[in-house]
Structures are given as structure tokens and as C-alpha cells.
């Protein structure tokens, strides 16, 4: 079984502009969850998404934004990059009815 | 909202002893608790999890305790290796919400 997959593996933007990440699931599963990991920082929770709909969002402010495709894929959008935006975004999948979280090997995004 | 504390940040334990890591919470509706390991460089991997209507669960040299009235769980290692050093993160879920809040991980090292 293929694993949680994710694109690009870094990334590396200036401030103001935007990045776009991309995260597929692992097969059958339909719930994607981002995550952003700060240096010295634990898990921050950004994003829910199920069958095509946002669930839930973290404490983010708008500019982080995403979507699920019909696949259940999913793309992290940030706009207008803050050097504090420099991070490892995690995406996470999981099986309707389960409870674990499986995490793909992230995307290291660095603002300059 | 949900806030989980983590403790000790950095814990340093000698090969075949005990290591013992501990997290509170504040959500009483939280019912979900994993523990993930994080090895340098890699993805978060899950090694155990609880649900509030169980104490305690084993899972050979790893075990979880809950105490729901004092709204603590503990990571407990016995025999440690050293491909137990890694950075652990505990995290916590109230039912049907589904958003993981993360503790701020233990960075553990075991002393050859």
C-alpha cells in the first residue's frame, strides 16, 4: 500500500508571493488534514477536509486556504508570504471510521 | 479550544532503562489520544494510541496510561533502545471533531 505522498518536497519563495502545495492520500482513504511544523514548534493544525468539503480550520488567518479534488487529493494554498510561513507543512490521511492520522514526508517551505 | 501540554521538552535516558513522558489537556470532550514518534528527517508514524474509555494500553516495551478525572496520559518505554531516540508528540481529539492538538514533542536520547 502506498503511503501519503507530497509535493514539492521543498520550496522556496519570497516574501508576498504565493505557494501552492499538493498532498495525495493514501488509497480509500477520504479525510485530509494539513498540519504546519515550526522549527522548535509541535503540530499546528491547519486544515480538515472530507469528501470534497473544509470540516474544520485551525488558527490560521485567510490567506491559508485549500481544497479536496474529486479524488481526494488536496492543495494547501498560502498568498502573500510571511518569513514566519517558513515551515514543514505536513498532510495527513485517514479512513472514514478510523482513528489514526497517517502523515506524508512533508513539504519544507522557506520564505525569503 | 483544546491545549495540550508536554513534558519534559529534552530527556536523555540510558540504554535499558525507562523513559516516561507525560501531556495534560484541557478538553474534557477529548476522547482520542496518540502518541507519534518522529525520527530526523522523517514523517510522524503513530506507535500507540488510547481512547478515554480505556486506562491503560500495552503494546510490547510501549504503554499508554489515561487518568481522565486528573486529564493527564503518560508514554511510558521500558528497555530502551537506541532507535528509540526520536522526537515524540503527544496529541489529543475530542470525539467527532477530528483535529488532532498536538503537545510540543520530547526530544528523547538514549545513552549507549
Known amino acids: 500500500e502506498a503511503g501519503v505522498t507530497q509535493s514539492p518536497t521543498h520550496l522556496i519563495k519570497t516574501r508576498g508571493q504565493q505557494a501552492t502545495l499538493r498532498c495525495s492520500p493514501i488509497?480509500?482513504?477520504?479525510?485530509v488534514y494539513w498540519y504546519q511544523q515550526a522549527l522548535g514548534l509541535g503540530l499546528q493544525f491547519l486544515l480538515w477536509y472530507d469528501e470534497g468539503e473544509e470540516r474544520n480550520r485551525g488558527n490560521f488567518p485567510p490567506r491559508f486556504s485549500g481544497r479536496q479534488f474529486p479524488n481526494y487529493s488536496s492543495e494547501l494554498n498560502v498568498n502573500a508570504l510571511e518569513l514566519e510561513d517558513s515551515a514543514l507543512y505536513l498532510c495527513a490521511s485517514k479512513y472514514r471510521g478510523d482513528n489514526e492520522q497517517f502523515f506524508g514526508p512533508g513539504t519544507r517551505l522557506t520564505v525569503l | 479550544g483544546e491545549n495540550v501540554e508536554q513534558h519534559p521538552s529534552t530527556l536523555s535516558v540510558q540504554e535499558g532503562d525507562s523513559a516516561v513522558i507525560k501531556c495534560t489537556y484541557s478538553d474534557s470532550a477529548s476522547n482520542y489520544f496518540p502518541w507519534y514518534k518522529q525520527e530526523l528527517g522523517k514523517r510522524p508514524q503513530l506507535i500507540i494510541d488510547?481512547?478515554?474509555?480505556?486506562g491503560e494500553k500495552k503494546d510490547q516495551r510501549i504503554a499508554v496510561t489515561l487518568n481522565k478525572t486528573a486529564k493527564h496520559f503518560s508514554l511510558h518505554i521500558t528497555e530502551t533502545q537506541p532507535e528509540d531516540s526520536a522526537v515524540y508528540f503527544c496529541a489529543a481529539s475530542p470525539f467527532g471533531n477530528e483535529k488532532l492538538t498536538f503537545g510540543t514533542g520530547t526530544r528523547l536520547t538514549i545513552i549507549p
Open positions: 488509497s480509500g482513504h477520504t479525510s
Open positions: 488510547i481512547r478515554s474509555n480505556v
